[in-house]
Nanobody
Framework: QVQLVESGGGLVQAGGSLRLSCAAS????????MGWFRQAPGKEREFVAG????????VYGNSVKGRFSISRDNAKNTAYLQMNNLNPEDTAVYYC??????????????WGQGTQVTVSS
């Protein structure tokens, strides 16, 4: 059973940066694609970024391209989301997910509990 725990959320001013972490336990981390999603109040869940198991391939949602960067450290069983140039529209609960491929992350049964990111203007 894979367990995921996010951390690193908080309150930041517009233009600032945050780095989220997703620590995994159980299963084999290095065999799984990892991804980040977010959900703002009253909005549907949105794909933010995904990274292949090997780390060789990444995919980003259009709204974060050029500002966010996903990475992973398989030795630490941890995935990261570096968020730069944040704006108030990035305010949401951010969730990490683990799956067999980036394309199937949204349907994964392995999700973290979420971490709140709030960007003030």
């Amino acid at each position: 059973q894979v367990q995921l725990v996010e951390s690193g959320g908080g309150l930041v001013q517009a233009g600032g940066s945050l780095r989220l972490s997703c620590a995994a336990s159980g299963g084999t981390f290095s065999n799984r694609a990892m991804g980040w999603f977010r959900q703002a109040p009253g909005k549907e869940r949105e794909f933010v970024a995904g990274i292949a198991a090997s780390g060789s391939s990444t995919v980003y949602g259009n709204s974060v391209k050029g500002r966010f960067s996903i990475s992973r450290d398989n030795a630490k069983n941890t995935a990261y989301l570096q968020m730069n140039n944040l704006n108030p529209e990035d305010t949401a609960v951010y969730y990490c997910a683990a799956g067999w491929s980036i394309a199937t992350l949204s349907g994964s049964r392995y999700w973290g509990q979420g971490t709140q990111v709030t960007v003030s203007s």
